[in-house]
């Protein structure tokens, strides 16, 4: 500044001083012309004017070129410091630009960028002036962001657009808020500012994230691009009994037994390669113990980084109907195979039964064999009988409903699981206080249910430790 005022005030001194020195030729060359030209010759009177008009001519001429040099001067002096604000303007606007955290930039009607302060998406600035920005952005926002650059130097209102760039593994978002570069009244630029918004992205995407953490029912966990966990929800902490900072130091693959850890690292691989796998393993908790769960991993990108989200949902429940469904049918198998076995030995049993008669009758006088036989037959008649229960436990058409005794199907089977109760150390003893014991039910389906609670109950008991030896 001090050195532009003083240039200025040099420049003014040179304009006075060349007036002053214009004012002197015309008035020497005026006097020459006076000498040559005059009749009589006098020095002082040419060179101070030969009258009185010659002299008010020639002051009038530098008066004239003096004020002609003044207002030169003072043209000169605003056009400097307008040029000189000019200046700062420039300079302060190219600082707040150079400086400014986001990207701005000037295109034209056509798109072509003429100015930029920054890179755009790694791209230098040198590389992307002349260039159509829409040639630079994603290929499925080049026309939107064309429609509203149009719009902006069709209508002269401000619009904005967001879109991302860069890699699929590591994305940034960019708002762009398009405004118009007026010259008097007419639009012949637009200026856009770009501001990467790729953190507030990350924080919705974080927010998004712990909602579904908090509502889920299963257990869900983040794990690194390593196995390790970086998010957890609150299900996955309560089964497993780890804290999440605990959580946070583990790969997954300690939680797990140690021949299941080729399971972890294949589900990893499997889901970095087509973005979705699952498999079944028993996670570990804080006491030890092994829940079995069933994991779906999915490859996502979570805060910007590669990894993976995984559901893992207990299948205790689950793996307990499976084997209760597998004892059923097994239990419905014997029972049918027992049904056949009690078809073919029905037939020979009906055979003695009716020797037994023929001999009581041929020795009815010999009551000591007469006793015998009763008791042969009694226990022909036991056996008989548990026959027709295993046949009526799985004879068609008796899963029909019908007037069932309640109290008769809980005596049959009772006595068909006699001898696994007497196996086991149990007693049975029934209770069978119903007044009214019939009612409309599938017998074979009721005995069915009563033999499958009686297996269980069976189970239940010699399961608990040390049963055994105690009972014997």
Known sequence: ?????????????????????????????????????????????????????????????????????????????????????????????????????????????????????????????????????????????????EDIVKSVFRTGQTDTFQLCMGEQRNPTWHTFRVGPLRLEARVIAATIISTNITEFKHAEELVRYKELFDNVGDGVFILSRTGKFIESNGRIEERTGFAKPELAALPLRDLV?????????????????????????????????????????????????PCFLCVARETTQTKRLQDQL????????????????????????????????????????????????????????????????LIDLNRPGKEKKQPTDVNQVVENTTALVRSLLMKNMITAELELAATNSTLIASPQQLGQVLMNLVNNSVEAITGVPGYLERAF
Not at 36 to 42: D, I, L, M, R
Not at 268 to 295: D, H, Y
Not at 361 to 381: C, I, P, Q, R, W
């Open 1 to 145: 500044m001090k050195a532009l005022s003083l240039k200025n005030g040099k420049m003014a001194d040179s304009m006075i001083l060349a007036v002053v020195l214009v004012a002197t030729v015309y008035w020497v060359l005026d006097s020459i012309l006076n000498i040559f030209f005059s009749n009589q010759f006098n020095l002082i009177a040419q060179l101070i004017g030969p009258d009185l008009y010659d002299v008010y001519i020639r002051v009038v001429v530098l008066c004239l070129l003096v004020i002609l040099g003044s207002h030169a001067q003072s043209i000169i002096n605003r056009l400097n410091q307008a040029k000189q604000k000019l200046n700062e303007s420039e300079e302060l606007w190219r600082s707040l630009v150079e400086t400014a955290p986001d990207t701005i930039m000037t295109v034209d009607q056509a798109g072509v960028i003429r100015f930029i302060n920054h890179a755009l998406s790694s791209m230098p600035p040198e590389t992307v002036v002349g260039r159509r920005l829409y040639d630079l952005l994603p290929a499925e926002s080049r026309d939107g962001a």
């Open 326 to 389: 597998v004892r059923s049918a097994r239990l419905a198998a014997t029972g049918q195979l027992a049904a056949s076995i009690a078809h073919e030995i029905n037939s020979p049993l009906q055979g003695i039964s009716a020797l037994l008669n023929v001999m009581r009758t041929a020795y009815g006088g010999d009551e000591y064999l007469k006793h015998k036989l009763d008791l042969v037959k009694s226990a022909f008649n036991s056996i008989r009988d548990t026959v027709k229960n």
């Open 257 to 305: 037994a140690p021949d299941q850890a080729g399971l972890v690292a294949t589900l990893m691989e499997t889901a970095r390669r087509k973005n979705e796998a699952r498999c079944e393993v028993n996670l570990k908790t804080k006491a030890g113990a092994a829940i079995p769960f069933e994991i779906n991993c999915r490859y996502v990108v979570y805060l910007g980084k």
